[in-house]
Structure formats: structure tokens, C-alpha cells
């Protein structure tokens, strides 16, 4: 499958490339089905009004969740308090940092951004365990770093949704990579 390259994009018309729409329509049921219309709602009467963190909310209250986990770095405790606080008057809200826990790296044998000083490592399988025990319906990534992300997802008993892509460079916003030309150059080198 090569999609990305494909120019047609026959299927938003309804052709099926590969043949198998009838084999994967039987993979939906119950909590898929019921992921797809809140979705599908969210997107259909909200389309390019919302931004992103409102449509979290309006998703989530549509799922009826009562009970958001925010899984957030360190280095944006700043805009993750900003959310926590629009959050909460719609959700009881848990948040939980990155450094959870404050494990040092040396204990994993981890390289260390500063080799001369005690340096905490993050945390996701902490993070996950402890929105799990919150018994979250719905859990937010902010900012994790990439690898922490996947850990983070794989580990969390709610669906898992992300807000904030880690993206240091580029104000976290890794599309800034795709739109700048400088960068494309730089990344094509």
C-alpha cells in the first residue's frame, strides 16, 4: 500500500482498492461502532468551527465520559494546567506528569542530556498505571516523547488520544517540517 502516493483517491468515492470492504466492516462493532458516530457526529456538525481541544470535549461529552486522564511532559506543565482547567469544568480531570515517580536513569542504564547531574526518567508505564487505577474513560497525551507516547498508549486501559505532539524544534508543531521549505531541503540532504 503506497496511499500517500496514490493521486486518485478513488475510495473517497467508494472503490475499494484492495478488496477486502466487507472483511473489515465485520471488525466494527459495539465500542468501534460507538467511537465512529460520536466521531463521525463531532465531525459532521462541527466541521472547520472547532479546534482541536474543543472537539476533544464535544467527542468526549458525546461518548459520555466523566473521567479524563491528561499523560503530560514536564516541559509543558505551563499549557497542560491551561488545559486541565478548561477541562474541569466539563470532566473530573487526573493529570499526571512525565518525571512520575522520579525514577533516575542510571537505573536503566539510559543516556542522560547532563551526565554530571541525577536526572529523573520519564515515566509512561508509570503515567499509564496510575490513570489506569484512576479508571479513566479517556486519556490525553501531551507532549510525551516519541517512544514514551507508544509506551504510554500501549500500557493505558482508556483509549488514548493525543493533543500535543512533542516536536521541541518546532514549537511542536512537526508539520512546521513539511511546510517549511528550508526544512524540507534539510531533511532531503
Do not use: W
Request: hydrophobic share 35%; aromatic share 8%; net charge neutral.
Amino acid at each position: 500500500m503506497k496511499c500517500a502516493s496514490c493521486t486518485k483517491k478513488d475510495c473517497f468515492n467508494g472503490k475499494d482498492c484492495v478488496e477486502i470492504r466487507e472483511e473489515i466492516k465485520e471488525l466494527y462493532s459495539g465500542r468501534e461502532i460507538d467511537l465512529l458516530k460520536s466521531s463521525s457526529a463531532i465531525e459532521a456538525r462541527y466541521y472547520m468551527q472547532k479546534t482541536r481541544i474543543e472537539e476533544v470535549i464535544l467527542f468526549s461529552k458525546e461518548m459520555n465520559y466523566k473521567k479524563i486522564g491528561l499523560a503530560f511532559c514536564v516541559g509543558l506543565e505551563q499549557e497542560s494546567h491551561m488545559i486541565q482547567e478548561l477541562f474541569k469544568k466539563h470532566f473530573k480531570i487526573h493529570s499526571v506528569c512525565c518525571k512520575v515517580c522520579g525514577i533516575n536513569k542510571v537505573d536503566f542504564e539510559l543516556e542522560q542530556i547532563d551526565k554530571n547531574g541525577y536526572e529523573a526518567m520519564c515515566n509512561p508505564l508509570g503515567q499509564a498505571l496510575i490513570l489506569n487505577e484512576k479508571n479513566t474513560d479517556l486519556n490525553i497525551i501531551i507532549g510525551l516523547c516519541i517512544g514514551h507516547d507508544i509506551l504510554f498508549t500501549n500500557h493505558s486501559n482508556a483509549p488514548v488520544t493525543t493533543l500535543v505532539v512533542k516536536d521541541r524544534v518546532l514549537a511542536h508543531n512537526p508539520l512546521g517540517a513539511v511546510y517549511s521549505k528550508y526544512y524540507q531541503n534539510k531533511l532531503t540532504q
